[in-house]
């Protein structure tokens, strides 16, 4: 057996017969190695994650990677649901399903998936456990997630999502809990000048009713109405028109969106203006919402009502919210009710709303940051120790370190290099602050 280095950089691990297949050292396409300064910042973040939501009274959680297929397509997750990473039986159900398969249905083949999101692993959990969990349920979740999406910037097809979710709460006290302690994690990293932007699904149905849309026409006038800050309200107006909708009920409806402001003030005026075709509590829940978070924030940012939010989940039923950030230009972190969802596994509704981070493209906006400083990190310090150290003068320098590990201090023994100013300007990228040099004697 011999290894061959290629001009790729691959490594070859091959015989005689050369029909063993290359190693590849790249990750697969969608997927992202994570170096040390990477690391230390998503430790960081992590870390606040779990400091702040528990001090709101969160609790951690935890759901398996892979979950059922009929859950993952259960017509809950929009778009998501085209995006999973199906999983094979295995063995003889495997066998007896390929004596029965079809170009037409391959997924019998198929009994799981890699979950897309943990919104549809919760509401198992909490179906399969909520005799055992109080009432309401503060749930802290985080891990990756898998979607089959074409890799851009601050997306990849694994990353890790962070989710605060309250289970059984049926008042808006959920939304302002949820919103308050996402603005406090935000602040506690370093943002500021976000924006939440706030809607309510029931808001969206009711300005397409009174425009004259009919209710099997909603989902595709809201896929064409998420469009509006790419496309703008004239491009909004020519998709509707060109998808056969009559111009009277498209220019009924883009007056709405032409007249209405960003504050509560335009919440009461579509409160008004909508009538009987909107609830009434839904223009003030939303107008307690924005008051409320205003009252209690302890972060800088602005919470705006924005008509034009759709969120493209279709489990949503309520209120619905999104992290909009410039340095970013675009979401970063969404949320809202699902009171449905967790009915779909028992046969009855649970009040639920979630908030979720865009925990890669946090971490990716912090990173860009070259001057992002951990705060209350433990001082880090190095010992550089010359070859062919005495044994007894080695034990001697390790319980040094013991000492100053057990301070709180992180210390670092390494073998000193030849080029040892090299090595400490190496070090210092890491964070490295202060040094110990020991010679033999």
Not at 126 to 153: C, T
Not at 271 to 282: H, K, N
Not at 404 to 428: A, I, L, P, S
Request: proline content about 3%.
């Amino acid at each position: 057996m011999e290894s061959i280095h290629t001009d790729s950089g691959d490594i070859r691990h091959g015989n005689e017969g050369g029909n063993e297949m290359a190693m590849k050292k790249k990750p697969v396409t969608g997927m992202k190695d994570i170096l040390p300064r990477e690391m230390a910042i998503r430790d960081y973040v992590m870390d606040m994650i779990k400091k702040t939501y528990k001090q709101f009274g969160f609790t951690s959680v935890e759901t398996p990677c892979v979950e059922h297929i009929e859950n993952l397509s259960s017509k809950q997750g929009g778009e998501n649901e085209k995006l999973i990473f199906k999983i094979l039986k295995r063995g003889d159900k495997l066998a007896s399903a390929i004596e029965t398969v079809s170009l037409d249905d391959v997924n019998v083949l198929v009994d799981g998936g890699l979950r897309y999101d943990l919104t549809v692993p919760l509401s198992r959990y909490y179906a399969n456990h909520a005799n055992d969990l109080p009432s309401p349920f503060k749930a802290l979740q985080m891990g990756n997630v898998w979607r089959a999406d074409r890799p851009q910037r601050g997306r990849y097809r694994q990353f890790m999502q962070c989710d605060i979710d309250i289970l059984g709460e049926p008042s808006i006290l959920a939304e302002i809990e949820l919103i308050t302690a996402t603005t406090t994690l935000l602040g506690k990293v370093g943002f500021s000048d976000f924006t939440i932007r706030l809607n309510n699904r029931k808001m969206l149905k009711a300005m397409a009713a009174y425009s004259g849309f009919s209710e099997d026409d909603y989902d595709s006038v809201f896929i064409t109405l998420d469009k509006m800050d790419k496309i703008g309200m004239d491009g909004v107006a020519e998709e509707l028109v060109s998808q056969g909708y009559p111009k009277e009920n498209v220019d009924k409806y883009l007056e709405l969106f032409k007249t209405v402001s960003s504050d509560i003030e335009g919440v009461r005026y579509l409160g008004e203006t909508l009538g009987t075709y909107l609830d009434a509590d839904v223009a003030s829940d939303l107008e307690t919402i924005m008051t409320s978070v205003e009252a209690a924030k302890s972060a800088d940012f602005k919470i705006v009502f924005d008509p034009t939010l759709v969120r493209g989940m279709s489990y949503y039923t309520g209120p619905i919210f999104e992290i909009s950030m410039d340095e970013f230009g675009g979401s970063v972190g969404g949320g809202g009710r699902y009171d449905e969802m967790i009915g779909r596994f028992t046969g009855q509704d649970t009040p639920a709303c979630g908030f979720s981070i865009g925990f890669e493209r946090i971490v990716m906006l912090l990173l860009e940051r070259e001057d992002y400083e951990i705060l209350g990190n433990a001082e880090k310090k190095a010992y550089l120790i010359e070859k062919n150290m005495p044994t007894d003068r080695m034990t001697d320098i390790l319980k040094k370190a013991k000492a100053e590990r057990e301070t709180g201090m992180q210390v670092n023994v390494v073998m000193m290099k030849k080029n040892k100013k090299f090595q400490k300007e190496q070090m210092e990228k890491e964070g490295y602050t202060s040094f110990e040099e020991f010679f033999v004697k």
